[in-house]
Each structure stands twice: as structure tokens, then as C-alpha cells.
């Protein structure tokens, strides 16, 4: 829930969009989608996740529900497929298969991140594992009602792209618990956002990655664009929602690790009195095709006016989108003159192939130490890299006079 706290920002330069208002237009241009949920209304929406495979928007209460609500093309419209209970306060949800019936909840009564599985009509919901973030190795605290808001999965592709840095080892890091990637979640006290490496089969089994210092002291929500590589976070302050945008790299700042802000943009508020902000969504900027939107929805609570309750989600289409498109795949990375690396992540052999001549390759480590050496090749390099540590490695190939450069990941 929002606190009513003065809150200090860290003021820096940002190379885009700093103080544009977000999504684009403001609260009552944009199409009102609470009726689409309850006709009389909803309290504690606190949460959204948009599935860009299946076109269908998630939605948490915090008291306990979450709905999904599935986009027509045909006729540019949503209806709700499914309306379930959910045990504890889910206060912001995610999906790490987007193909998958299954989510991925924060429950900020519990401190627990939730894996529930689901019929594929929404029959029946199903909680399948859980990891609690009190408990070791995570130094997180019981701050009360103040507590984790906001949650998002980034693929380990993505954060290979990123150069992500974990904020307990300096190092760059990928997951290594089997889920793919790693969880993020905002955290309302200090404004910090934490990073999990969950095993996705064990309840409890998870690393902590770190936690990362944002522009605010307050967040309660995320999303992550996958066709970007950006991270937003939303901060919910008083009178002044925004939203800050990463590009998952950080830098150590008076002894703290800081997200770098590569956008900021100011929340379009209701103008009714109740600004209370707690949960947004995206879809990819990219490609150009498809439904483009961004939702916002807001904390409700049971005593407000009738007409405040049944407005509670907004739909805005268009959207200003940060970042540029970039190309992330989990089974190798294209580098320059038609030259592919794969398998990516691997853990035997790898194969580098394209036109070459004379070629040279370079492996070296996330120390930029180089781990492996070798040259001449005129149809691409096969290496064994299974003695090599895992983790993150820089790839060089110079061909022809051209250097190029990827990540690849050793698992």
C-alpha cells in the first residue's frame, strides 16, 4: 500500500524523455477496462503483466484475486477469461515461459515470491511452489505493510545482452537454478529492486543476486521489455508517480550498487483524488505489428466512491516506448558479416561459422582475462570449452579486418 512519506530523488542527467508524461495521453483520454472485470467496480488492483504471445493481460488484487482479460483483434477489445482466488495479498505478477499455463506472484502479506499453475481455460488455479524472502540467503527484512510490491522475470539472454552485474560479486551473472533467468522485485521500503535466481522445482531454493539502488526511495511494480532489453520500474509517490527506465547496467555509488537511468518519464494521474498508482503493463515496442499498449491500474480501496471503484484500469494506445530493438536469442547470436555462435548457452562444444578468412578467434572471461586463443580458420571455429567455469564470456572474432564482439554463456 502507498505510504504517505516525503521522498528525496536522485537527480541526474537522463538522455531520454526526462519528464515526458507516460504512457502518452492522459487518465480519461484513455479506455476504461474496469467494467471488463466487475461492473460495479474493483478495490486493490495492484499489479499487471502483459503476455505478448497470447495477447492476455494479468491482473492481481491485493486482496487476494487475480483476472486475465484476453485482447480480440477482430473487434480491438478485451473480456475477461478468468477470475480466480488467490491465498495471502498478491501485489504484482509475472511469467517467465510466456507459453506456459503458469505465473509467478509477489505476495507482499507472506514476503513470498508464488509459482501457480492453471487449466487452460481458467477453471482451476493451482499454487506450485514457493520461495520466502525472509528467510536465507536473503538479507531482506519484514519492513510490515511496506514490503515487496512488484516482481518481473528477465531471461538469461537478456541479461547476458545487458552485461548484468550481481551486486553480491561485482560479477557478471546469469542464473544458474534452472529457471532461465532471474526474478526481480521492487521493493516499496528504499526504493530498491531485489534479484532472485529461483530453482523452480524446489520451494525455498533460490540464490540472492543483490539489490539495486533506483531514483526513488518507493517501488511497487515492473516490466521488462523483451524486445528492448529495457526494465521499467514504477515509483508510487504522492502526487508524483514516475516511471524509471534501466538498461539493467550499474555502477557502485557512495558504496551502493545504482541501475543506471536511461529514461524517466511522469505518470499521467487521475484527477478524481485518488492517484494511488500501484501497478502498470507493456507490450513490446517491437516489432511494429500487433496490439501496441500500456495499461495503468490503481490501488482502490473499499470505502472510495462508486465512480472511483469502476475506474480503476485505463487502457492508453499509443504509448511512449523507450530503447532501441535489439535481437536476443537463447540459442545463439548473430554477430557481424553473417558469422553465428552456437550453442548459446553451452557447456561442451561450440560452434562459431560464417564466411571467413584467416580468421581469429578470442574467448576471454568476465575479468577480462583470455581464457582461449586460436586462428586461421576459413570456415569457422569449433572449440571445446568445457573446461572453462561457468559463467559469462566475451567472444571476438576478427575477419577479414572486422572485430566483432557477443556475450556467450557457459552453463
Not at 302 to 316: H, K, P, S
Not at 375 to 394: M, P, Q, R
Request: hydrophobic share 40%; aromatic share 10%.
Amino acid at each position: 500500500m502507498m505510504k504517505n512519506i516525503y521522498v528525496l530523488f536522485l537527480f541526474l542527467s537522463i538522455s531520454f524523455a526526462n519528464g515526458q508524461v507516460w504512457p502518452a495521453s492522459s487518465w480519461t483520454a484513455a479506455v476504461n477496462l474496469t467494467a471488463a472485470m466487475d461492473t460495479d467496480g474493483i478495490t486493490d488492483l495492484s499489479g499487471l503483466h502483459f503476455n505478448s504471445v497470447n495477447n492476455r493481460l494479468y491482473c492481481v488484487q491485493g486482496d487476494g484475486r487475480v483476472r486475465i482479460l484476453q485482447w480480440n483483434a477482430t473487434t480491438n477489445t478485451f473480456s475477461q477469461i478468468g477470475s480466480r482466488a488467490l491465498n495471502g495479498g498478491p501485489e504484482g505478477i509475472t511469467q517467465a515461459n510466456l507459453n506456459a499455463n503458469e505465473f509467478y506472484t509477489i505476495d507482499e502479506n507472506n514476503y513470498e515470491i508464488k509459482r501457480y499453475t492453471h487449466t487452460s481455460n481458467f477453471s482451476s488455479v493451482s499454487l506450485l511452489r514457493h520461495w520466502n524472502l525472509l528467510s536465507s540467503p536473503s538479507p531482506m527484512q519484514d519492513t510490515g505493510n511496506s514490503g515487496p510490491e512488484g516482481i518481473v522475470f528477465i531471461p538469461d539472454s537478456a541479461l547476458a545482452t545487458a552485461g548484468f552485474v550481481s551486486q553480491q560479486t561485482g560479477l557478471l551473472y546469469t542464473s544458474t537454478k534452472g529457471l532461465g533467468g532471474l526474478m526481480f522485485v521492487a521493493h516499496q521500503d528504499q526504493g530498491y529492486v531485489w534479484a532472485f535466481d529461483l530453482n523452480p522445482n524446489t520451494d525455498d531454493d533460490f540464490a540472492f543476486v543483490g539489490k539495486y539502488k533506483t531514483n526513488s526511495s518507493e517501488s511497487c511494480d515492473l516490466a521488462f521489455d523483451r524486445s528492448t532489453n529495457l526494465m521499467y520500474i514504477l515509483h508510487n509517490v504522492v502526487d508524483n508517480n514516475t516511471l524509471e527506465v534501466t538498461d539493467l547496467s550499474s555502477s557502485v555509488v557512495s558504496g551502493i550498487r545504482k541501475f543506471t537511468v536511461t529514461a524517466q518519464f511522469n505518470l499521467t494521474n487521475p484527477q478524481d483524488g485518488n492517484a494511488n498508482i500501484e501497478g502498470f503493463a507493456l507490450t513490446p515496442k517491437c516489432p511494429a505489428t500487433g496490439v501496441k499498449a500500456a495499461w495503468l491500474c490503481r490501488d482502490i480501496e473499499n470505502n472510495e466512491g462508486t465512480a472511483i471503484r469502476q475506474d480503476a484500469l485505463r487502457w492508453f494506445n499509443p504509448f511512449n516506448a523507450a530503447g532501441d530493438c535489439v535481437v536476443l536469442e537463447t540459442d545463439g547470436f548473430a554477430v557481424a558479416d553473417a558469422i553465428t555462435i552456437v550453442p548459446n548457452p553451452g557447456n561442451g562444444q561450440i560452434t562459431i561459422s560464417g564466411k571467413m578468412n584467416q580468421a581469429r578467434l578470442k574467448i576471454s572471461n568476465s575479468l577480462g582475462q583470455v581464457v582461449l586463443k586460436t586462428e586461421n580458420a576459413t570456415n569457422g571455429f569449433t572449440v571445446d570449452i568445457s573446461n572453462l567455469k561457468n559463467g559469462i564470456y566475451l567472444i571476438e572474432v576478427e575477419n577479414s579486418g572486422k572485430i566483432s564482439h557477443t556475450k556467450w554463456i557457459k552453463n
